[in-house]
């Protein structure tokens, strides 16, 4: 793979290739990938495995406005299957579209969601506060923090869709009626609001890769930053450099940039934590004044 600058990221029995070009590449780029698949499929071949053609998915990530700029072919030939381009795909339980703007993964999210919701309000009135918040907790919020990270940078009425359903699940654990205003209850059971839930996330990944106790990729995507010239803030050296991007909707929200955004926006001595307990426990109190204060 390296030796056609394919990107490779595994999970379990599950591999994902990627590479990037310029409009003018793109037919150099289809070719390099269709190659890299046969070496991989011929070297599965001698090792007697056998590569899954017909699960393979493909997707042309792109902006909406560099998609009308070219014509992408209808499919890509992956050993004997010909497997045409996605429009969404889904890794690891999220759904990703061509354009990366996390409609189809929210409306998805939005429906589980509205499921539990309905299956726990008809047992309620059978249920305490606590065993009410217990599965509120398990069914919903999970749903709403799994890959959130992905929604930093999203558009703000996708979040204010999710923020929505997360007021539901508050209303349904304590019996709120619709025509009271929610915060109050929110701050109650000590619950971030979905954009604080999002930096929660990202903070905490970001102390991962600062500490290498996180994956290697993150840490790998993560520089300390180190001024030109001597100056007062230099013996802080937790603060992270930010790359500079040409796009806004999808250079702002990679995580190379999104990391030292989140963690630079936090207290000297919240960073300099010694030990992720003690820091997840101080974030969630900082994000918790920011958002009720």
């Not at 390296?2 to 310029?22: F, M």
């Not at 579209?97 to 009135?125: K, P, Y």
């Amino acid at each position: 793979m390296a030796s056609h600058s394919v990107l490779r990221h595994s999970y379990a029995d599950d591999t994902q290739l990627q590479k990037s070009a310029d409009l003018k590449s793109f037919d150099t780029l289809m070719h390099s990938m269709q190659e890299c698949i046969l070496d991989v499929k011929s070297w599965m071949t001698f090792n007697k495995l056998k590569l899954n053609d017909e699960k393979t998915e493909v997707m042309a990530a792109s902006s909406p406005r560099m998609s009308t700029s070219i014509q992408l072919p209808e499919s890509i030939t992956i050993g004997n299957a010909v497997v045409p381009f996605s429009v969404s795909v889904k890794n690891l339980g999220v759904t990703l579209d061509s354009h990366l703007t996390m409609n189809a993964q929210v409306q998805n999210i939005t429906r589980a969601v509205n499921f539990e919701l309905r299956r726990i309000g008809s047992i309620r009135h059978y249920l305490s506060e606590e065993a009410a918040l217990t599965l509120v907790s398990a069914f919903i919020l999970s749903r709403l923090d799994y890959c959130n990270a992905l929604l930093y940078g999203c558009p703000q009425y996708l979040l204010n869709r999710l923020q929505k359903f997360q007021n539901n699940a508050a209303r349904l654990v304590l019996r709120v009626r619709k025509s009271k205003h929610i915060s109050p209850h929110l701050q109650a059971l000590h619950w971030l609001p979905i954009e604080s839930r999002i930096k929660y996330k990202i903070a905490c990944l970001s102390y991962g890769a600062l500490t290498q106790t996180g994956p290697a990729y993150l840490t790998d995507m993560t520089q300390t930053y180190t001024p030109g010239r001597t100056l007062r803030s230099s013996a802080d050296t937790s603060i992270l450099s930010t790359p500079r991007v040409n796009t806004k909707s999808f250079g702002e929200r990679s995580f190379s940039v999104s990391a030292p955004l989140v963690w630079n926006s936090l207290p000297v001595t919240l960073r300099h934590s010694a030990s992720s307990g003690s820091f997840r426990t101080g974030l969630k109190t900082h994000l918790f004044s920011l958002a009720y204060t």
